[in-house]
């Protein structure tokens, strides 16, 4: 009797595993969705890049035009000047009284002036009736025309005089950023003194850097019957970086090509301007210049989110028309944009993943969203 109750225990529990497996439901195949977009074909220059330094395109140099102490220094060293501002003062006193000594002599010759016009004047008369002779009268007329070229002379000196006393007050021929004065209050200042340079402004409503190209790349774009320093048509989309990596919102402008190549790197040499209203740039400073050099070509290109890679290799994942995945080896060119140039694995018109591909495999049927 006590075998029933143990056979009916197992019958229980059989039942109850055969409804737990019933339960059970039968894993479903997942369909991945991906984003795809079309292999598209650009027209696309060659873009280089380059290094350097920028600099002003013009130094003025401030020059004494007299010689005497300094006496004032007029402006704060690396800040901004505007034209007429007044930058120096030399003493003025050995001009001063050059002056006054020019007026003085001035004023000496127009009495003697009109001494001999009076004395030519009254001659005039005796000499028509012949009451002094031809010789007196030529005597006469010598000395009033010989007055009048000393008034014109002394004139000339007082000008002269006066002008070297407007000297010794300097003003800023130019506007823009002045550099630290080379001498010091009290030195003496001047032409054959070794402070004949005051300072110099560097114009700094435009400034100017480098782009360089190796020759063969000129060579390769321009051919051997172009001139090598007509060049303004040969660079374009010209855009700068800081050193910071931020982008400098002015385009930049082709100037000029320097005279040959430099013999250290093999490059030529362009002068690019851009605009500075508000003096970001600043001489010296480090930054990196970007161009399109020639005419635009046609190239394969995909999305950068497009490309994956293995091993140091590029792929692509290809969508074909019945929305079969397969992955493809590609050979990438330079990066435009948000777009990559593929040179070989791809064709116009074929449909490629953008984005997320994780989890795919190769002959995966995939839900397509644009």
Known sequence: MS???????????????????TDKKIPETIT??????????????????SVGYIYAIRNISITPRTSGYLLT?????????????????IDSRLASTTLAAAEAELASAKARLTQSQSSYERALPLAAIEAISLSQMESYEAEFRAAQAQVASCIEQVERARIEVGYATI????????????????????????????????????MSMDATLPVR???QQTGLRHTSYDNAHLLSHITLYLADGSRYPYPG???????????????????????NPDNVLKMGEF?????????AV????????????????DFVWVIDSNNIASQRMVTLGEVVGDKRVVKEGLKVGERVVVGDSQGLHTGDRVIVKR
């Not at 075998?3 to 497996?21: D, E, G, N």
């Not at 220094?73 to 003062?89: K, N, S």
């Not at 402008?253 to 605009?275: C, L």
């Not at 930054?287 to 005419?295: H, L, N, T």
């Open 73 to 89: 220094i007029d402006y704060a060293a690396g800040e901004p000047v505007r034209r007429g501002q007044r930058l120096f003062t």
């Open 253 to 275: 402008e082709y100037s000029y090509t320097k005279q040959g190549v430099s013999p250290q790197s093999g490059v030529m040499e362009f002068v690019i301007n851009f605009p």
């Open 298 to 313: 046609p190239y394969v290109v995909v999305a950068i989110d497009a490309i994956t890679q293995l091993q140091n290799l």
């Open 287 to 295: 930054a990196r210049i970007e161009f399109d050099v020639g005419q």
């Open 3 to 21: 075998v029933k109750p143990s056979i009916t225990l197992h019958i229980i529990m059989l039942v109850i595993l055969y409804a737990c497996q």
């Open 217 to 219: 790349l000129y060579l």
């Open 171 to 206: 003003y800023a021929p130019v506007a823009g950023i002045i550099s630290r004065c080379r001498a010091e209050v009290g030195d003496y200042v001047g032409e054959g003194t070794e402070s004949s340079e005051l300072a110099t402004i560097a114009i700094t409503d435009s």
């Open 32 to 49: 991945p969705t991906v984003r795809v977009e079309e292999v598209e074909i650009d027209t696309i220059a060659t873009r280089y890049s």
